[in-house]
């Protein structure tokens, strides 16, 4: 089988979700390593939002990662991200929704940006405040909402899916600003969310992210090709940073 391409940073969540389902399913995978803000011309035809992940399987190109992570599904069945009957699907799918929206919007575009991107990217002033008030508010409400269904041991559904790497990998990127959920506080959270970092199919991708999101931008194709990613030979970086259309303004 040939190598699916992913374009796009591990350092970035949704780009991890796809990694990790790609390791899960045994599907061989090189990836461009760019930041989405430093994508060229090719970049903004291909992924009409500037977003990363991008898929690219032969002729067929794909943007969003719940949309990738669907046709991964249909394309290479086995094993399946999905419970077996419809509620649990459905549920999956909700988390996988929830994850990428409302956690999205806070632990990535409010924390992450806040702490991280806004100023290695932008040269912003890195705003304390703005997480704080982010960790006191959406956050804790995350949390609570997290705890409510969160699983008493093990996986949400049996085995480890959809859901639990959506809702997974957005926690490293709050780690990468120095947080970590109270495990006495969310418990189950706390044990369901240390239960799928565990697994291998994330362990990788975890590595490589955890590198560079130290790493400045221009170096990412070196560092990331010293970790042992396959890189794959034609990149879409540029130098210049440009916002994308959906980028939040900070
Ligand atoms: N719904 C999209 C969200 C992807 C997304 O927001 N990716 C971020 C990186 S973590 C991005 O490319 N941001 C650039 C921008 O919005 O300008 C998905 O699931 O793929």
Sequence with gaps: MDAVKIIGAPVSPYVRKI???LRLKDVPFEIDPI???FGDDDFSVLSPLRRIPLLIDGDVVIADSSVIAQYLEETRPEPSILPANPADRAQARWLEEYADTRMGDVFIWRCFNAVVVNPSVWGGERDLNAFQEALAGPVAEIMDYLESVAPKDGYLFSTI????????VM??????????PDASRWPKTARWLATVEE???LSAANEWADTLV??????HRVRARQLGVPISERTMFDLV??????????
Excluded: E, Q
């Design 19 to 21: 990694l990790a389902i």
């Design 35 to 37: 930041v989405p803000f």
């Design 161 to 168: 899916g959809l859901a639990d790497i959506s809702i997974a």
């Design 171 to 180: 926690f490293r990127n709050m780690r990468y600003c120095r947080w970590t």
């Design 199 to 201: 697994n291998s199919a």
């Design 214 to 219: 130290k790493t400045p931008v221009a170096d």
């Design 241 to 250: 940073p440009r916002r994308g259309p959906m980028t939040p303004a900070s």
